[in-house]
């Protein structure tokens, strides 16, 4: 059974950074795409990003890229999302997600089999 956790959200102002990690149990992660996704209340869950197994390949929602950087070390079965220049609007409880396939592009939520609790992250203005 694959288990994910992640940590590091909380509290920025605009503009700030934070880092959010994913540490995934139970399965070799190396061989798995992961993701994030986020939350905001009373919206639907939307992609953010996403990594390929051996980080070759990484996609991006259009309103992060340029800002947000996913990551993986696979010896550390932990995921990364680097989030710079933070803004109210990303305001949101953060998922991260693992698949065993991958397809450039995907953004359905559906595509991923694995999801954590969440860890929410609160932009100020």
Known sequence: Q????????????????????????GHAFRTYTSA??????????????????????????????????ISRD???NTGYLQMNSLQPGDTAVYYCAASPNFKMGVKESTWFDYWGQGTQVTVSS
């Open 74 to 76: 696979s010896f550390l």
């Open 36 to 69: 994030w996704f986020r939350q905001a209340p009373g919206k639907e869950r939307e992609f953010v990003a996403a990594i390929n197994y051996n980080g070759v390949y990484t996609y991006y929602e259009d309103s992060v890229q340029g800002r947000f950087t």
């Open 2 to 25: 694959v288990q994910l956790r992640e940590s590091g959200g909380g509290l920025v102002q605009a503009g700030g950074s934070l880092r959010l990690s994913c540490v995934v149990s």
